[in-house]
Nanobody, 123 residues
């Protein structure tokens, strides 16, 4: 029901825009988030957005470089990634909750997960 697109190979300092595409249902009233997982590491929180889009919360490691925004139609949420660093290399996943009025930073707080997209940043 969710799938992330937009990953790829980029040089350090470059940018990518990820999209999270919904199918089968709408997630327009769902709090959403992005997580990532690098090889050999646990899945980590990147950023979350409230259902209204009015509240966001970023991991310190991406603050000031990444921007989350809600989409329209089939695009549930975007992740604009600027000033990419090699340590941003990971598989990126979007996630959604059934409901809630806040932003959520823990993976177990989410009900739906998309297939990830690989982001590789070369030095």
């Amino acid at each position: 029901q969710l799938q992330a697109f937009g990953g790829g190979l980029v040089q350090a300092g470059g940018s990518l825009r990820l999209s999270c595409v919904a199918s089968g249902r709408t997630f327009s009233t769902s709090p959403m988030g992005w997580f990532r997982q690098a090889p050999g590491k646990e899945r980590e929180f990147v950023v979350a957005i409230s259902w209204s889009g009015g509240n966001t919360y970023y991991a310190e490691s991406v603050k000031g470089r990444f921007t989350i925004s809600r989409g329209n139609g089939k695009i549930a949420v975007y992740l604009q990634m600027n000033s990419l660093k090699p340590e941003d290399t990971a598989v990126y996943y979007c996630a959604a909750r059934n409901s809630g009025n806040h932003v959520y930073t823990r993976h177990y707080e989410y009900d739906y997960w998309g297939q990830g997209t690989q982001v590789t940043v070369s030095s």
